[in-house]
């Protein structure tokens, strides 16, 4: 017997590795035809029935049996969705070989008789105990020789065949038991998965036949990284080096790009499984971990789920005020342009410890469902259904306390159920068209990574403040990519440092502008190709024309400068840090100069016109203040300023279509204050309230609340 499962192992490994060289060669190939795939179904992410609400659920967790008290409590509460199975290997594969169902069985039996919806989880994030033993190579190996060692979840090599081949049998036998299951609506594949930075002796070995492919010939390698620097040219690809110890920006950029392709291939090769066994009417997905990271590319991810998910954590209490909530629903919607799943949030407190357990305030689990359904989102769970007692996570708590009894987050997460029971299926499949964007560039977090500019600045602090004055002036956003074609769809477009890019990136912003777009473009963008070479033309390089203005030198701040006469009303905050690119005009006009007596020759900010549209200038760090105000000025130009800003300072407004075709406005208030404001807008009836609303009238939003108006 154990000869044969050595044999049918390595036979399976065999398999996998070639699998693994065909992916390695035509895998970028295969997305489109794996998209493709996806949509023969009748599964559409725009097509669901209601908002569905619901809970993580660990009965396995649980200190003693109390399954059918947690169903009851479940359909009391009018909980209407649950995800099982996900971190539970061990007891569907107790030993190597020997799988058991009729644990699962019973949960999931209870929850059907129970009318309540299941989302089953691939076990792949978690390995067992007995797979450890006998495989410990499984186990992920960091660069500089950190070993994750067993423990920790999401720690295993996700190129390794031994670990490919147990994950396809677990997978095939959970999916041919439940494939016919009535209650099973969809199939979670893994769970927030990274490639852990692994850098084990396949990975490495990986790494180099993906060069191969992509680049052809050392040759084109040494030209593209400029490898005669320091004499580092390669003759064959036999010298390539572990990349552990270089510092080449280029090759470490190929690299992290290389960890990204890692978890694409995984989850596109689970999800090619699932879709074996999966019924038309069932979904496959992946849950994102508080996305966009860039240690995964998950718009390619995307492109193989039938409907994309994401687990954001928030700031609770005084500090929620929706906004990352709001960053990650437009995000994910973004991904494939349609509505997504939220599968994990906060219940309770949170945390790996004790420190800062800091619970809701009354009102702000339902608000926030409601930021997401507003989002666009189709589905709000948490992490999770109950406390649990031993482990890492003692104290992220569930809806249910560590007494297991209802609590307040238990009433209000029921008021909230009921209340969707009634309206879940006029909000469902909120369409958003919004007319501004945000590009984003995983390329150039890490260029800007690799060649700091900054101890406090970096690119995600620039994106995360062009959002968030966007947010906080009650502007609608998508995201779109540097690969991305439809950039004409939007009025505005903001780019964040955009420090790697390809020239035809660049140029396809510059025909953006040209054809009547207004791009507002920040500090070191245009400065590297797409492999973090610097180029050889004039900065910025190819958007210099439609920016007007070039430079060659740049500087450092030692400490803030102000802007000259304060040109955008900015008060204290009228202020720039970190960075000054000494900008000369061409064509643009100044918007602001320093005040400085070195710099104050250089404009700070610019603004051109090139064919119909305008390109806005950063040449340094804003302020917060400084942001807003730039950005306001660029929205007023593209007319896209009105009612919306003039709501008081803690309310949000988001527009968006039902599927009857029905304008919503939902207005939320982030705030333990009331807050009254005039309703702009066609006249239309409150669902929530059930109460009609005629244009002008005044509406008064209580503490951590929300009205949603459909207009006649």
């Not at 990986?206 to 004499?231: A, M, P, R, S």
């Not at 992290?256 to 999800?271: P, V």
């Not at 404001?677 to 244009?695: D, K, R, T, W």
Request: glycine share 8%; net charge negative; proline share 5%.
């Amino acid at each position: 017997m154990n000869i044969h499962k050595t044999a049918e192992k390595s036979s399976a490994a065999r398999r996998l590795w070639a699998m693994q060289a065909c992916f390695l060669f035509w895998g970028l190939a295969l997305f489109p035809t794996l998209a493709r795939a996806q949509a023969r179904g009748a599964f559409r992410a725009d097509r669901m029935d209601t908002v569905l609400y619901g809970v993580a659920y660990y009965p396995e967790y649980m200190p003693y049996e109390r399954l059918d008290q947690d169903v009851q409590l479940m359909q009391k509460a009018g909980i209407s969705v649950v995800r099982i199975g996900e971190f539970s290997w061990g007891l569907w594969e107790p030993e190597g070989g020997k799988f058991e169902f009729g644990w699962m069985d019973r949960v999931v039996d209870k929850l059907h008789a129970a009318g309540i919806r299941i989302i089953l989880g691939t076990p792949t994030a978690s390995i067992p105990a007995w797979m450890y033993k006998e495989h410990p190579e499984i186990i992920v190996t960091r660069l500089g020789g950190q070993n994750l060692y067993y423990g920790l979840r999401q720690n295993s090599d996700l190129f390794n065949p031994t670990f490919r081949f147990y994950c396809e049998r677990v997978i095939r036998r959970i999916l041919d038991h439940y494939k016919n299951n009535p209650a099973i609506i969809g199939f979670q594949i893994d769970n927030e998965t990274s490639s852990a930075g692994v850098a084990n002796h396949d990975v490495q070995v990986g790494f180099q036949e993906y060069l191969k492919v992509k680049f052809k010939t050392v040759d084109e390698l040494n030209k593209i990284w400029g490898l005669n620097y320091w004499g580092q040219r390669l003759n064959d690809w036999t010298e390539l080096a572990p990349r552990d110890g270089i510092i080449n920006p280029g090759w470490k950029l190929e690299w992290e790009r290389y960890q990204q392709w890692l978890t694409t291939d995984f989850l596109a090769w689970q999800a090619s499984i699932v879709n074996e066994y999966k019924r038309p009417d069932q979904f496959v997905m992946h849950d994102f971990a508080g996305p966009p990271r860039p240690e995964v590319n998950e718009l390619d991810v995307s492109r193989t789920l039938d409907i994309t998910a994401a687990n954001p954590y928030h700031d609770t209490q005084d500090g929620f005020d929706g906004e990352v909530s709001s960053r990650v629903g437009d995000y994910m919607r973004s991904l494939k342009s349609t509505n997504y799943l939220i599968t994990e949030t906060n219940a309770e407190a949170i945390g790996w410890d004790s420190v800062g357990q800091y619970p809701p305030y009354d009102g702000q689990l339902r608000l926030d469902v409601y930021t997401h359904a507003s989002s666009g989102a189709n589905m709000v769970e948490y992490w999770h259904w109950h406390s649990i007692h031993y482990g890492q996570e003692t104290y992220w708590k569930g809806v249910l306390g560590h007494d297991l009894q209802p609590g307040r987050a238990y009433e209000e997460v029921s008021r909230t159920a009921h209340e969707l029971q009634r309206v879940g299926s006029e909000i469902v499949d909120l369409r958003r068209k919004n007319q501004v964007a945000i590009l984003h560039s995983n390329d150039s977090y890490y260029g800007i990574e690799f060649m700091k500019f900054s101890d406090r600045v970096n690119y995600h602090t620039i994106e995360r403040q062009m959002y968030r004055a966007l947010y906080r002036a009650n502007i609608g956003v998508d995201f779109v990519f540097p690969e991305s074609t439809n950039l004409s769809n939007y009025k505005v477009i903001l780019v964040p440092p955009l420090y790697v890019a390809s020239d035809a990136v660049l140029r396809r912003l510059a025909e953006y502008v040209r054809g009547g777009g207004n791009l507002v473009v920040a500090f070191k963008s245009g400065f590297c190709n797409e492999h973090s070479t610097v180029r050889w033309e004039m900065a910025p390089g190819p958007l210099r024309e439609a920016a007007g203005v070039h430079y060659q030198e740049f500087s450092s701040l030692l400490h803030p400068v102000a802007l000259k006469d304060d040109p955008f009303h900015a008060g204290i905050d009228n202020l720039v840090t970190a960075w000054a690119e000494m900008l000369i005009l061409d064509t643009a006009k100044a918007l602001a100069y320093y005040d400085h007596p070195f710099f104050e020759k250089y404009p700070a900010i610019t603004q051109n016109t090139f064919g119909k549209g305008t390109l806005t200038y950063e040449g340094t760090v804003l302020s917060d203040k400084l942001q807003s105000q730039v950005l306001f000025s660029v929205l007023q130009q593209a007319g896209l300023t009105g009612a919306d800003q003039n709501l008081p300072a803690p309310v949000r407004v988001k527009h968006g279509l039902n599927r009857k075709g029905k304008t919503l406005h939902y207005f939320l208030n982030y705030s333990g204050s009331p807050q009254t404001f005039p309703y702009e807008y066609n006249e239309g009836s409150e669902i929530l309230a059930q109460v009609p609303v005629p244009h002008g009238q005044s509406i008064t939003l209580k503490p951590w609340d929300v009205a949603i108006i459909e207009e006649k």
